[in-house]
Each structure stands twice: as structure tokens, then as C-alpha cells.
């Protein structure tokens, strides 16, 4: 697998608490990307980076915001949970515009 | 909005058969197409991808054909075994915005021994 890894893999937060997610990669690729994979939706884009401090919003925005501040970190914000966050939170890399590589993946559990 | 469809939702066929997944996307403008591989608790892989330059690509048992014209493209996967049964789900870049994928709802194959 390519060398990306999600912090942390599983978390469990109450309704209205903020919660932080990290993507860090040693690959040294542009591109960086969130995505929630809930059943019946497949993968469905959050955020991008497309470099240090260039971030731009996916189709599933709304109650989210993104950093990126070094190149191999990608951090993503609840900045209040809801219930409907629930989901599991994917990050993927890529060297350019094509491919793209998945990290193992953070469950996140609202209650 | 871009929009990629995907069928069927569920494929269950019998050991060393041939399995057939297929997607239709809408941008006219999609250059390129991966297609992953998801088992069970684990990430998204990347099996196999083709660009619009291309009809079609093969790799060992599994293969993806493009129609531009009608806008779908489909994975085949022959010689099926027990360890293809997972999901797989099928993507479409799309310039709406910046370069970034649409992906299809998946497909969940099993493969009966």
C-alpha cells in the first residue's frame, strides 16, 4: 500500500463536539482527497488539495472544512458533529490528476 | 450534476465464470476511468484504469472496455475465484470544477465455489 495512513482509525464523539481527522502521507504527492463511503452512496468526495494551501470543495461539503498546511498532511474538521456524519472517512493521494490511492480508512460514530 | 451509474448492485456467480460490471457516466467530457476493488473492512484498491484514448485494457483476468460514443464502460473479469468476491465500484473524472472523480454506487460480487 502506498504510504498514507489515517488518524485516528475509529472514534466515537457526541453530537456538537468538533472532531479532527489527519491523512498523512511520505509519498510526496499534490493531490489529497476526503471522502465518505456510507452504503448505498459508494465514495463520495468531501474536499480536495491539489497543493500546500490550495483546497477546493467536493460534492459532500457542507458541515466540513479542510487544511493543509505541509504537503505529506490533510487534515479534516467536523467543526460540530450531527448524526448524519457518521460514516466512514477515506483519504486518498495521488502523484497527479489520474490515479488515486486510498488510506485504511477512519470510522467515525456520532451519537 | 456529473452523475455515474452502476450495474448491478449485487452479482453472484460460480467459480470460473465470467462476471460483467457496468457503468454510464455523463460527462461528455470524462477522459479517464479507474475501476477499485473494496473487500470487506479494508481500502479501495485500484485494480485497473483506462483512459478516453483507448477501448480497451487488459490485465491478466480482468479487463475494462470503453464506448465514448455511448458513455459506459465495463469491467470483465474472467475465470472468476473465490477471492474476487468483494465490492467493486467503478469512477469517472470530471472537469466540473477542478479534475476529481465521480465513483458509481459499486457493485457487490460473490463468487460461489
Known amino acids: 500500500d502506498a504510504g498514507i495512513t489515517q488518524s485516528p482509525r475509529h472514534k466515537v464523539t457526541e453530537t456538537g463536539t468538533p472532531v479532527t481527522l489527519r491523512c498523512h502521507q511520505t509519498?510526496?504527492?499534490?493531490?489529497m482527497y476526503w471522502y465518505r463511503q456510507d452504503p448505498g452512496h459508494g465514495l463520495r468526495l468531501i474536499h480536495y488539495?491539489?497543493?500546500?494551501?490550495?483546497?477546493d470543495k467536493g460534492e459532500v461539503s457542507d458541515g466540513y472544512s479542510v487544511s493543509r498546511s505541509k504537503t505529506e498532511d490533510f487534515l479534516l474538521t467536523l467543526e460540530s458533529a450531527t448524526s448524519s456524519q457518521t460514516s466512514v472517512y477515506f483519504c486518498a493521494i495521488g502523484p497527479g490528476v489520474y490515479e488515486q490511492y486510498f488510506g485504511p480508512g477512519t470510522r467515525l460514530t456520532v451519537t | 450534476g456529473e452523475n455515474v451509474e452502476q450495474h448491478p448492485s449485487t452479482l453472484s456467480v460460480q467459480e470460473g465464470d465470467s462476471a460483467v460490471i457496468k457503468c454510464t457516466y455523463s460527462?461528455?467530457?470524462?477522459?479517464?476511468f479507474p475501476w477499485y476493488k473494496q473487500e470487506l473492512g479494508k481500502r479501495p484498491q485500484l485494480i485497473i484504469d483506462i483512459r478516453s484514448n483507448v477501448g480497451e485494457k487488459k490485465d491478466q483476468r480482468i479487463a475494462v472496455t470503453l464506448n465514448k460514443t455511448a458513455k459506459h464502460f465495463s469491467l470483465h473479469i474472467t475465470e472468476t475465484q473465490p477471492e474476487d468476491s468483494a465490492v467493486y465500484f467503478c469512477a469517472a473524472s470530471t472537469t466540473s470544477g477542478t479534475y476529481k472523480y465521480i465513483f458509481g454506487t459499486g457493485t457487490r460480487l460473490k463468487v460461489l465455489a
Open positions: 488539495s491539489y497543493g500546500v494551501k490550495d483546497t
Open positions: 460527462d461528455s467530457a470524462s477522459n479517464y
Open positions: 509519498e510526496n504527492h499534490r493531490y
